[in-house]
């Protein structure tokens, strides 16, 4: 389960931001690479090969997933993360939101996924109507999709978790809570609405684009920690935590990564040098949580 947002400044334009959860540690590459005469920039989860990030051309790509059923199954999980990340991949070497809309779909990406760069910012919600495990020949899968470009207004910020808003039948259900006894900690529809609505209270109050992945760092809005933006726990239990927070600036070609419980890999020498067109900096997250509270990733 992730929350992933963006939001319009008005000198700035279209930012991006994510929370990203995993109930592993993910050892994270910061790939920078000129590829078909054009440069991306990327977080890639080597064990999965999950990848969210920009172009040379400001276009950026970040999204939550749909599939989250069959996603938190380990024998989905991996699978369907790498089927997204080389999606993303192709996509991020276009040079227009439409023409890497155009691509995800025809992909058949699935999730809720911003597409933006300075200027304009699409919303593509894509997923399938029924698990893999209970499709049959004479009831295929089918994948539906559907996007909106969204507007350009100072402090519009629109906000997807899990659920699907312009897609209601995709992603968790009330009947994935039903199915659970509204037992805390398997609520996921709750969880995905709540997540939402709070990440978007708190982002509307921002000013600043610095300030984005702070307003996204909301961990004490519910007395219950599985219901707020920042998830806390125990990975080595099985939890699913926040292991990460995202954030790109298209205007600025600029990648921010938040490690919260993750490994990450990066060239400095070499990935922030003067001939680049892109560039990323790695945000400390020492005074956003008391790791000791909740768990060490350094253990």
Same mark, same amino acid.
């Given at each position: 389960?992730?929350?992933?947002?963006?939001?319009?400044?008005?000198?700035?334009?279209?930012? $991006?931001?994510?929370?990203? #959860?995993?109930? =592993?540690?993910? /050892?994270?590459?910061?790939?920078?690479?000129?590829?078909? !005469?054009? *440069?991306?920039?990327?977080?890639?989860?080597?064990?999965?090969?999950?990848?969210?990030?920009?172009?040379?051309?400001?276009?950026?790509?970040?999204?939550?997933?749909?599939?989250?059923?069959?996603?938190?199954?380990?024998?989905?999980?991996?699978?369907?993360?790498?089927?997204?990340?080389?999606?993303?991949?192709?996509?991020?070497?276009?040079?227009?939101?439409?023409?890497?809309?155009?691509?995800?779909?025809?992909?058949?990406?699935?999730?809720?996924?911003?597409?933006?760069?300075?200027?304009?910012?699409?919303?593509?919600?894509?997923?399938?109507?029924?698990?893999?495990?209970?499709?049959?020949?004479?009831?295929?899968?089918?994948?539906?999709?559907?996007?909106?470009?969204?507007?350009?207004?100072?402090?519009?910020?629109?906000?997807?978790?899990?659920? $699907?808003?312009?897609?209601? #039948?995709?992603? =968790?259900?009330? /009947?994935?809570?039903?199915?659970?006894?509204?037992?805390? !900690?398997? *609520?996921?529809?709750?969880?995905?609405?709540?997540?939402?609505?709070?990440?978007?209270?708190?982002?509307?109050?921002?000013?600043?684009?610095?300030?984005?992945?702070?307003?996204?760092?909301?961990?004490?809005?519910?007395?219950?920690?599985?219901?707020?933006?920042?998830?806390?726990?125990?990975?080595?239990?099985?939890?699913?935590?926040?292991?990460?927070?995202?954030?790109?600036?298209?205007?600025?070609?600029?990648?921010?990564?938040?490690?919260?419980?993750?490994?990450?890999?990066?060239?400095?020498?070499?990935?922030?040098?003067?001939?680049?067109?892109?560039?990323?900096?790695?945000?400390?997250?020492?005074?956003?949580?008391?790791?000791?509270?909740?768990?060490?990733?350094?253990?």
């Amino acid at each position: 389960m992730c929350v992933v947002a963006a939001k319009y400044f008005k000198d700035t334009g279209w930012v $991006g931001v994510k929370n990203r #959860d995993r109930n =592993y540690l993910p /050892s994270i590459k910061i790939v920078q690479s000129d590829l078909k !005469g054009l *440069q991306r920039i990327f977080i890639y989860d080597k064990s999965t090969d999950y990848t969210e990030g920009l172009n040379e051309y400001g276009l950026c790509i970040i999204s939550s997933t749909m599939d989250v059923i069959e996603d938190e199954k380990p024998e989905h999980q991996k699978a369907l993360i790498r089927a997204v990340g080389k999606k993303v991949r192709d996509a991020l070497l276009e040079k227009t939101p439409q023409a890497a809309m155009k691509k995800l779909i025809a992909s058949e990406l699935s999730g809720a996924t911003f597409v933006f760069n300075e200027k304009e910012c699409h919303l593509l919600e894509g997923g399938y109507d029924k698990l893999k495990s209970d499709a049959t020949p004479d009831n295929p899968r089918v994948f539906k999709h559907t996007s909106k470009r969204l507007e350009n207004k100072p402090n519009n910020v629109v906000v997807r978790t899990n659920h $699907g808003i312009l897609i209601p #039948d995709i992603g =968790y259900q009330k /009947s994935h809570d039903e199915a659970n006894d509204g037992q805390c !900690g398997h *609520q996921p529809r709750a969880s995905s609405e709540k997540r939402m609505k709070y990440a978007e209270d708190s982002l509307k109050k921002v000013k600043q684009v610095t300030d984005m992945l702070d307003g996204l760092a909301i961990k004490d809005a519910d007395k219950e920690t599985y219901f707020n933006p920042i998830r806390l726990g125990d990975p080595e239990k099985g939890d699913v935590v926040t292991t990460g927070q995202l954030m790109v600036v298209p205007q600025q070609k600029t990648l921010h990564y938040r490690p919260l419980y993750s490994e990450i890999e990066v060239n400095y020498s070499g990935i922030n040098g003067p001939d680049k067109k892109t560039f990323f900096e790695i945000v400390s997250s020492r005074d956003l949580i008391a790791f000791k509270e909740h768990y060490n990733p350094w253990k």
